[in-house]
């Protein structure tokens, strides 16, 4: 994609993140639509293919330009961010060890937006890693999968579960397996979650496998690299992608705030004449500003095959915290007004999901140290 190409892009996203986006919020806010209706006019915006390369159908944006323009797409509604979101990386996963039929197949038809796959991995009674315990059992041609997946991000409308699970009897990443299942296949049940604090619209599941027959030919790569396709093909980028989505949403809780801070008076002085206030606007857009570089170095990492996995990782850590820190601040800015419904509110409701997307801080600070301190510190 050319300079001038991107810069087209990203000046139409601007417009439709200040302009049609936010009515869309406030229909989401209102329950008056759903993400199903949403991600039909992002896909025939073009919106959820970008970070595809062309060979495949996408816009081709590299992964280092595509985090500016998650940016954007953070600035506004959680669940507008999210659709994009996983739209733009779920297909790297199934990429990642596809083969030639798996790509025309499955690939292809993600990129086009024809279909829609969840990242199936989290489950209530371990972490989302090689503790997994859903399991499958080979018969003949088939895998046998059973177990519990819970907080499945649009787990009750996508079309495939990318699933992960474990050959019965193996134990850590060996022996576990990445399988694309057809949500509507027997045995497959998806039961909503209880409503979220934030991201209004966006659907969330708890799934459950009772013996459900897997083609093998629906396994992505080989058994014992499961945790490969979550790790490489999405994970990291997606850590990467999240940290940026942050820092656009933290720099509209900024704007917010400043706009608050020079409009509101109190005993006859501005709030933005106060020092007070003045530092922790200063103290914000340092942070943000911080993040945004870390962001865009570990894109940067990641696109280079140069340590992305750690290094998607620290920004995700520093730009979630970040997040909470800045939002917090722009709350306490507007004062109690700020808690009633407004658009201060929902960013500090949304703003909370990003804490435990793909991996929590503890999660992010675990693998970092296990870098610095090798084999010792695990």
């Known amino acids: 994609m050319s300079p001038g190409e991107f810069r087209r892009l990203e000046d139409e996203i601007s417009a439709f993140v200040e302009g049609r986006a936010e009515e869309i919020a406030a229909a989401l806010e209102e329950g008056e639509t759903d993400s199903g209706e949403v991600r039909e006019e992002l896909r025939r915006r073009g919106y959820l293919n970008l970070a595809a390369p062309r060979e495949l159908g996408g816009a081709g944006v590299p992964f280092s330009r595509y985090v500016e323009l998650v940016e954007l797409f953070g600035r506004t509604h959680g669940t507008i961010r999210t659709i994009v979101h996983v739209a733009n990386g779920i297909w790297r996963a199934v990429d990642g060890r596809a083969t030639g039929e798996q790509r025309e197949r499955f690939v292809r038809p993600l990129v086009a937006g024809e279909v829609t796959a969840?990242?199936?991995?989290?489950e209530p009674d371990s972490g989302a890693g090689a503790d997994l315990k859903t399991s499958v059992r080979r018969d003949g041609e088939v895998y046998l999968l059973s177990g519990e997946k819970h907080m499945i991000t649009f787990g009750l409308?996508?079309?495939?579960?990318?699933?992960?699970?474990?050959?019965?009897?193996?134990?850590?990443?060996?022996?576990?397996?990445?399988?694309m299942v057809p949500r509507?296949?027997?045995?497959?049940?998806?039961?909503?979650?209880?409503?979220?604090?934030?991201?209004?619209?966006?659907?969330?599941?708890?799934?459950?496998?009772?013996?459900?027959?897997?083609?093998?030919e629906n396994r992505l790569g080989e058994e014992g690299e499961g945790l490969a396709v979550a790790f490489e093909g999405f994970l990291a980028p997606s850590r990467i992608a999240v940290a940026a989505s942050c820092v656009g949403l933290a720099e509209r809780a900024l704007e917010l705030a400043v706009d608050h801070a020079r409009g509101r008076v109190t005993f006859g002085r501005p709030?933005?004449?106060?020092?007070?206030?003045?530092?922790?606007?200063?103290?914000?857009?340092?942070?943000?500003?911080?993040?945004r570089h870390l962001v865009r170095w570990a894109a940067s990492r990641w696109e280079t095959g140069e340590g992305g996995l750690v290094a998607s990782s620290k920004a995700k850590l520093f730009a979630t915290g970040m997040l909470q820190r800045v939002?917090?601040?722009?709350?306490?800015?507007?004062?109690?007004?700020?808690?009633?419904?407004?658009?201060?509110?929902?960013?500090?409701?949304?703003?909370?999901?990003?804490?435990?997307?793909?991996?929590?801080?503890?999660?992010?600070?675990?693998?970092?140290?296990?870098?610095?301190?090798?084999?010792?510190?695990?």
């Open 327 to 378: 939002t917090d601040g722009a709350l306490q800015v507007h004062g109690g007004v700020g808690y009633f419904a407004s658009p201060i509110e929902r960013i500090y409701r949304d703003a909370r999901v990003q804490r435990f997307e793909e991996g929590t801080a503890e999660v992010q600070k675990a693998l970092i140290a296990r870098e610095l301190l090798g084999k010792e510190g695990s």
């Open 118 to 122: 969840a990242f199936t991995m989290s």
């Open 271 to 291: 709030l933005a004449a106060r020092q007070a206030v003045q530092h922790t606007l200063a103290e914000m857009a340092t942070e943000i500003e911080a993040a």
């Open 157 to 179: 409308t996508a079309d495939y579960l990318l699933t992960f699970a474990r050959l019965e009897g193996t134990a850590g990443a060996e022996g576990t397996v990445a399988l």
């Open 184 to 216: 509507d296949t027997p045995g497959v049940e998806a039961r909503p979650m209880p409503p979220a604090m934030g991201l209004r619209g966006t659907d969330y599941a708890r799934v459950s496998f009772r013996g459900v027959p897997i083609p093998l």
